[in-house]
């Protein structure tokens, strides 16, 4: 078969498209031919080297597909299911293995590419406005990046629970998006202070919760932002990692509080990762929330789409296409 490796630590063009043996699947696993693979951002991580990988290896982490053979001991799946997955290594390649108890069904009415578009992110939006901080109607949530494949997703599922949005964007072009998906108020944070322009839109209050998947440039921002007991769910770090933060600073911006959540501690059991994915399908199926794909790719071009990716050039989310 045919897949990306990374043999060395670098910029995106140490992204090869080379020759791979195609695996057995092992005990508890699924061979599966891959229809569509997630591009995310903790990818241009482990590639760089900021998340350490064993070298070599081939990245991405989500993805949708067809079940092709079935390893010893698994129940539940066979030849032929379409099935998702998150968080699992290997899914830039044409076949991937995918152990069971990471892969979820993917319903009759959502196709490979909106499931391989949706899983990580989707469940990464449900657990933060569902467990993380629980918004509620009447409140305001700052979303950073907001025209972004979480931006957007965020954004709608904040107003399916009847609360406010807040979302930065830097273009005219991404303002529109960002306001298609729901958002009340936008502040181009290229040539906006975010924070002054969040009191001027609450009242001086601040808001309720800043979901910030950004990270080194908009942390401080985010901070001053809160209302007092406010929370900031930092999930991730586009801009690259928070330097320490003195845990007084908390205090001094209203007794608010800092978490920094991940996917791993939020889908911990089956039972766990099958109902925030059967939610998220249902959510899609629905209508409630639309899944916006960016762009694809065909497989041998992940350098173009890391590229575009780092350099903000895109909106909504990215694919690989085997």
């Known amino acids: ?64 597909g067809k079940v092709v053979a079935v390893g010893p001991g698994v129940t539940g799946f066979g030849v032929g299911d379409r099935i998702a997955w998150a968080m699992v290594p290997g899914s830039y390649a044409e076949r991937a293995l995918v ?5 979820v069904r993917v319903p009759d009415g959502v196709d490979d590419q909106t499931a391989a578009a949706a899983l990580l992110q989707g469940l990464t939006a449900h657990y933060l406005i569902t467990s993380t901080y629980p918004v509620r109607t009447g409140e305001t949530a700052l979303v950073h990046a907001a025209a972004g494949g979480m931006g957007l ?74 209302r007092p007991r406010g929370m900031l769910a930092l999930f991730g770090a586009s801009s690259g990692p928070v330097p320490p933060v003195d845990p007084q600073r908390l205090n001094a911006a209203g007794s608010v509080f800092l978490t920094r959540p991940s996917l791993a501690h939020h889908i911990l ?43 903000r050039r895109t909106t909504g989310k990215l694919l690989l296409l085997p």
């Open 153 to 226: 997703l965020l954004t709608q599922l904040v107003k399916s629970r009847g609360a406010n949005v807040i979302g930065t964007v830097s273009t005219p072009e991404k303002e529109e998006l960002a306001r298609e998906a729901g958002a009340d108020e936008i502040i181009r944070y290229t040539e906006e202070d975010v924070a002054e322009e969040v009191k001027d839109l609450t009242d001086g209050r601040g808001v309720d919760v800043v979901y910030d998947g950004v990270g080194k440039t908009t942390f401080d921002a985010s901070l001053a932002s809160l």
């Open 269 to 311: 059991t089956r039972d766990e990762l099958d109902s925030r994915a059967n939610e998220l399908f249902g959510w899609i199926a629905s209508g409630t929330l639309k899944i916006r794909i960016g762009g694809t790719y065909p497989l041998p071009d992940a350098r173009r789409a890391h590229e575009d990716l780092e350099g």
């Open 99 to 103: 152990p069971a108890d990471k892969a």
């Open 1 to 64: 078969m045919r897949a990306i490796r990374v043999a060395a630590n670098g910029g995106p063009e140490v992204l090869e498209y080379s020759e791979a043996e195609l695996p057995d699947p092992g005990p508890g696993q699924l061979l599966v031919e891959v229809a569509a693979a997630g591009v995310n951002f903790i990818d241009t991580y482990q590639r760089s080297g900021i998340y350490s990988m064993k070298l070599p290896f081939t990245p991405g982490s989500e993805g949708a």
